[in-house]
């Protein structure tokens, strides 16, 4: 599946919001975590550390507002098929007033910003993160919107191995874990 480099960029943006909720991370009868977006410093942290473009002043309500949208992208994540997910897109893309523009800033090649110049931050991210996922749907790759199959882990992720088998949101931390527990719960059987 080729994916074009500002998408495979949206699609980890989104990723990343989406595991900043406090429920992508709570095992099962666990206690909640903090929200990774508890805040306008976060939000301006996670707008550097994607390199979110144009961001000016944030506050409160600009906060609030990624928290909604954050919370519809979840839903993306979570739902069965593209009849389910598209319309759920449509709405995020539409609300946040699409304007489709090419840019080359920043060092990046030319590529497509889907937000209009003076957007929000929230339109920002509904817009280029929707997009991204809007890729995902027409191209018939749902199914590689998963959350990580560890109990205790509940993050998002795009799977984009070849053959549509990842299952972990990460080798080393929560697919490596479970391995371990597998083997050493064999070692103990066979030693029993």
């Known amino acids: 599946?080729?994916?074009p480099h500002d998408t495979r960029i949206a699609l980890d943006m989104v990723v990343d919001l989406v595991?900043?909720?406090p429920e992508s991370d709570q095992p099962e009868g666990g206690s909640s975590p903090a929200?990774?977006?508890a805040d306008t410093a976060a939000l301006y942290a996670f707008a550097g550390r994607h390199r979110v473009s144009g961001v000016g002043e944030l506050d409160e309500k600009d906060l609030r507002a990624v928290?909604?949208?954050r919370a519809r992208f979840a839903e993306v994540f979570a739902a069965e098929d593209a009849r389910t997910a598209a319309p759920l897109v449509n709405s995020l893309v539409a609300a946040a007033g699409t304007t489709p523009q090419l840019s080359n800033h920043d060092g990046y090649d030319w590529h497509v910003h889907y937000f209009a110049p003076d957007a929000s931050i929230a339109d920002h991210l509904a817009a280029d993160c929707g997009m991204a996922l809007a890729f995902i749907i027409v191209a018939g790759e749902t199914e590689r919107l998963r959350r990580c199959?560890?109990?205790d882990c509940r993050h998002a992720f795009v799977d984009l191995s070849r053959n549509r088998s990842r299952r972990y949101c990460s080798s080393r931390t929560c697919g490596n874990r479970l391995h371990v527990a597998a083997y050493r719960a064999r070692r103990r059987e066979a030693a029993g």
């Open 1 to 3: 599946m080729l994916i």
């Open 19 to 21: 595991n900043t909720a």
């Open 35 to 37: 929200d990774g977006l």
């Open 67 to 69: 928290h909604d949208v």
């Open 149 to 151: 199959e560890a109990p």
